[in-house]
Nanobody, 126 residues
Framework: QVQLVESGGGLVQAEGSLRLSCAASGLTFSSYGMGWFRQAPGQEREFAAAVSRDGTTAYADSVKGRFTISRDNAKKTVYLQMNSLKPEDTAVYYC????????????????????WGQGTQVTVSS
């Protein structure tokens, strides 16, 4: 079965950095677009970043210039490098896999994703 396992979350001070990883198994990783979403307490899940099958990226305006998404197809892993973290980045971060036919689609819509990880908590203190 398909599994997406996130790691790398934790507690960090404002302006600090974290790198999240999401290891995939049970799927042909290179055939999937990958995304990171986040959900803060009492709020809806929101898009953070996505990377297409061919490496095209997309970012939410709130993280653009601070977060970088990347993928390593050989390791079946997607990463989210988060720099200059702010307290408002505090959330549970989820990775997701999109079985798109299109090479360049970096999907922003959560409903388009087929598989989800269990999430990893990121807490940014002020």
């Amino acid at each position: 079965q398909v599994q997406l396992v996130e790691s790398g979350g934790g507690l960090v001070q404002a302006e600090g950095s974290l790198r999240l990883s999401c290891a995939a198994s049970g799927l042909t990783f290179s055939s999937y677009g990958m995304g990171w979403f986040r959900q803060a307490p009492g709020q809806e899940r929101e898009f953070a970043a996505a990377v297409s099958r061919d490496g095209t990226t997309a970012y939410a305006d709130s993280v653009k210039g601070r977060f970088t998404i990347s993928r390593d197809n050989a390791k079946k892993t997607v990463y989210l490098q988060m720099n200059s973290l702010k307290p408002e980045d505090t959330a549970v971060y989820y990775c997701a896999a999109d079985s798109t036919w299109f090479l360049r689609t970096a999907q922003r819509e959560s409903a388009e994703y087929d598989y989800w990880g269990q999430g990893t908590q990121v807490t940014v203190s002020s």
